[in-house]
T-cell receptor, first 115, second 116 residues
Framework: AQTVTQSQPEMSVQEAETVTLSCTYD???????LFWYKQPPSRQMILVIRQEAYKQQNATENRFSVNFQKAAKSFSLKISDSQLGDAAMYFCAYRRSLTGNQFYFGTGTSLTVIP | GAGVSQSPSNKVTEKGKDVELRCDPISGHTALYWYRQRLGQGLEFLIYFQGNSAPDKSGLPSDRFSAERTGESVSTLTIQRTQQEDSAVYLC??????????????FGPGTRLTVT
């Protein structure tokens, strides 16, 4: 079974600084997708960034980028120039490709942004 | 366009009562998921619908939980004889399907269920 581990229950960052959230996963598959979701206090889950396992290039979306280490099964999220609106729970998620209908989520990291 | 909606947003019920939670997915989304999120925890997969295929019920925790979906539209999650451990936020998500696994899920705001 696939498992996703986020070892940092809480993180904090000063506004305008950079923070990295960790995620590791366990799988025997070679082809899969990885996601980072953000859940603000409103509870609305929002996709932040996705990574296809077959791509070596790390995904980036504006201030958000990932460090995908396939051999190490690691998928960390870097937030640059942190903003107050980045404060939220962040969940790492795994999905098997093609026939994978289940998403597997980590337990989340609560990010606080300090003004 | 409209996103995924869920109702009610909050539900308080007495132990032993049945509850129904509703999810309206984004129009055109063939895939629909239900998750449970306990306080301070991640998302726990419950059930998945894809078009007219048989649903994947592998995540339902007990036979007190069931879900239905009418075609590719509304879904209801029913919890019978609620227990206090059922207290959680129940999230619904929809996506275009699984033909491309990169299809992201769009989540509703959730229903917070409190069993007293």
């Amino acid at each position: 079974a696939q498992t996703v581990t986020q070892s940092q229950p809480e993180m904090s960052v000063q506004e305008a600084e950079t923070v990295t959230l960790s995620c590791t996963y366990d799988t025997s598959e070679s082809d899969y997708y990885l996601f980072w979701y953000k859940q603000p206090p409103s509870r609305q889950m929002i996709l932040v960034i996705r990574q296809e396992a077959y791509k070596q290039q790390n995904a980036t979306e504006n201030r958000f980028s990932v460090n995908f280490q396939k051999a190490a099964k690691s998928f960390s999220l870097k937030i640059s120039d942190s903003q107050l609106g980045d404060a939220a729970m962040y969940f790492c998620a795994y999905r098997r490709s093609l026939t994978g209908n289940q998403f597997y989520f980590g337990t989340g990291t609560s990010l606080t942004v300090i003004p | 366009g409209a996103g995924v909606s869920q109702s009610p947003s909050n539900k308080v019920t007495e132990k032993g009562k049945d509850v129904e939670l509703r999810c309206d997915p984004i129009s055109g989304h063939t895939a629909l998921y239900w998750y449970r999120q306990r306080l301070g925890q991640g998302l726990e997969f419950l059930i998945y619908f894809q078009g007219n295929s048989a649903p994947d019920k592998s995540g339902l925790p007990s036979d007190r939980f069931s879900a239905e979906r009418t075609g590719e539209s509304v879904s209801t999650l029913t919890i019978q004889r609620t227990q206090q451990e059922d207290s959680a936020v129940y999230l619904c998500a929809s996506s275009l399907g699984i033909a491309l696994a990169s299809y992201e899920q769009y989540f509703g705001p959730g229903t917070r269920l409190t069993v007293t």
